[in-house]
């Protein structure tokens, strides 16, 4: 799938308080548009979903032109053939899940069906709530509906607006594997937004970081998330996405060991299926520097790099990045620090990360790259 | 005391019913199309068919009758039309009758409809629309399923306010035996004439039954309605 969208769409009110002006492309198999609230993703998906129309432009997937204003093209919305999951999912409140469910199924034609119901239910591990109201589901349930609800329309394209802002930790943690699974085993082409970092580092393959309606900056995971653009550079969100694989669990001490060419990573216990890989969230705050052997600490996470970059933040800090066995690590240190290691590019340092540091969020598993 | 009923009195309520009935259906999908309109649609001059829409209540309804027999009338612009086209003639006929009392209704049902559309959440219709819903699939599947317990309560208002009409019948079709004449305007004779207080009694009575009864019907339907609607 190839998702090719250029647009312009002036808001707000009285017209042009603010100009959406966005541009991409996406080959990836889940495109994260990412940035801060009001910087203009949902109006984005909005607009490639066909709910709202843009100003100028062109929206295409594949060979299908599904907006283009010099050509006068405006699919409909219920013709594009996209699945859209809704932040409060909106469920029609009318109809039983299973009603829900087979609501869009009922609309697409035959030969364009290519999921069903029995493996959507499956998947998504609703088999009980079939016969439910969706009033008296829970916030993780009602969602689980909405994405089966979203895919039983059989789309080419599933937009995913925010899926999980409106529930806790918690809830979140048992439904991010689920949408892996759509894109790990059903190979589903999403775009998915969100402002949650540890959301977009498990899932993302591409992401483009918007701000005040303009793409900033777009590239993989770990180009967005490591970029030096000053947004994210100087924010507290900066690090890296590893990819680790699941070596050993270890329940009595709590900890789940992954391997990584650079060392041997310890993070808080988890299900996740031994030699399975892993996306390893790293942030550049949680990261320490060490010359030569570290001693008696009790930091247990040591991965072996070389210092690649040295830049100075505006506020202060330093940005140092490192190479560990070609994957990049970024390490936020002080000045001071700097100074008194006498770092150089090209230094060999032990990074060092606190197992804490590791939240039960910002690793899950992965096929990719 | 059914069996104390006079043939007119039976006929006044049969009428009654029956002007009631057609009133309410008739208008049901003009006052969905109004409703809606004026719940989602933004135009220039959606005051002017909102207040429109409104005038039969706030005006008298004896000026609401007599606009009736001015348009409707064997000699007014409509009701010749209607006349020499059709063959249908209103004035003075128990459709007539229907006519004014639908017109009566109409701000009462439109009203109730457009409260329940407005209710709706109508980021739902455009999750529909996403699943393939072209606009009269989702209306029929989201909108209109939605709209129920709103629309039941209109109709009944309707219902109700043929029922109790009186200036606006009596005006456009007169007081006719067997024809137009309802209960209100059979009431109304029987104290006209002396000694008649005990038949006006008698109908006022079968009149509190049968308000009473719509009451109960509309009730049990729109909770039904709602339990099918938004579950338990």
């Known amino acids: 799938m190839s998702l090719s969208v250029h647009v312009e769409k002036r808001l707000g009110p009285a017209g042009g308080s603010f100009t959406l002006s966005a541009k991409f492309e996406s080959e990836g198999r889940v495109t994260s548009l990412f940035g801060r609230s009001g910087a203009g993703k949902s109006t984005l998906v909005n607009l490639i979903a066909g709910l709202f129309r843009p100003d100028s432009g062109a929206i295409r997937i594949d060979d299908t032109t599904l907006f283009d204003s010099t050509a006068s093209i405006d699919v409909p919305a219920h013709k594009r053939r996209i699945g859209y999951v809704f932040q409060e999912g909106r469920l029609f409140p009318h109809f039983s899940v299973r009603g829900n469910l087979l609501y869009g199924h009922r609309f697409t034609r035959k030969q364009d069906r290519w999921t069903k119901l029995d493996e959507i239910v499956d998947l998504l591990g609703i088999a009980a709530l079939l016969d439910r109201r969706p009033a ?56 998915y937004v969100s402002h949650a970092v540890d959301e977009v580092s498990r899932l993302a393959d591409t992401v483009v970081l918007l701000d005040a309606g303009k793409v900033i900056a777009k590239g993989t995971v770990n180009d967005v998330l490591g970029s030096r653009s000053e947004m994210i550079a100087e924010g507290p969100e900066a690090g890296v996405v590893l990819i680790a694989t699941v070596r050993v669990h270890d329940q009595v001490s709590g900890l789940t060991h992954l391997a990584h060419p650079a060392g041997d990573l310890s993070v808080p216990l988890s299900s996740l299926a031994i030699g399975s890989k892993v996306r390893v969230r790293v942030r550049a705050r949680d990261v320490a520097l060490a010359v030569g052997e570290p001693g008696r600490i009790s930091i247990r996470n040591r991965l072996a790099g070389t210092v690649s970059d040295i830049t100075d933040m505006t506020r202060g800090g330093v940005a140092v990045r490192l190479d560990i066995e070609g994957d990049p690590l970024i390490a936020s240190v002080t000045r001071d620090a700097v100074r008194d290691l006498d770092l150089k590019v090209g230094d060999p340092v032990t990074a060092l990360i606190k197992s804490a540091a590791f939240d039960p969020l910002s690793f899950g598993n992965t096929t990719w790259p | 005391m059914f069996d104390a009923l006079t043939q007119t009195e039976w006929e006044a309520i049969r009428l009654s019913l029956r002007i009631a009935t057609v009133a309410m259906i008739a208008s049901l999908p003009l006052g969905v199309a109004v409703a809606f309109i004026l719940a989602r649609c933004r135009f220039p001059g959606r005051t002017i068919v909102d207040g429109i829409v409104h005038l039969p209540l706030v005006m008298p309804p004896v000026v609401t009758g007599y606009l009736l ?52 959440d109508s980021r739902l219709e455009a999750a529909a629309a996403t699943l393939g819903a072209h606009r009269m699939a989702v209306f029929a599947t989201i909108t209109l399923p939605l709209m129920l317990p709103g629309l039941i309560a209109g109709m009944l208002l309707a219902f109700a306010r043929a029922l109790g009409e009186f200036g606006a019948t009596i005006t456009f079709v007169g007081n006719i035996p067997g024809e137009t004449q309802t209960i209100p305007t059979a009431i109304y004779t029987f104290i006209q004439v002396p000694g008649g207080e005990f038949d006006a009694l008698r109908l006022a009575v079968v009149s509190v039954v049968i308000a009473f009864g719509a009451l109960i019907a509309s009730d049990v339907l729109a909770r039904r309605a709602r339990r099918k609607v938004f579950g338990q």
């Open chain 2, 69 to 120: 027999l001015l348009l409707f009338g064997r000699r007014g612009p409509i009701g010749a039309w209607l006349e020499s086209t059709f063959g249908i003639v209103l004035a003075f006929r128990w459709t007539g009758a229907a006519l004014a009392c639908a017109i009566m209704g109409f701000p009462l049902m439109v009203r109730a409809i457009r409260l329940s559309i407005e209710a709706i």
């Open chain 1, 136 to 191: 008296s589901l829970s916030g993780g349930e009602k969602q689980r509906v909405a994405i089966g609800r979203a895919l039983l329309s059989s789309p080419r394209l599933l937009l995913m607006d925010e899926p999980l802002a409106a529930l806790d930790q918690e809830r979140k943690g048992e439904i991010l594997p689920y949408i892996e699974r759509l894109r790990d085993q059903m190979r589903m082409p999403i775009v």
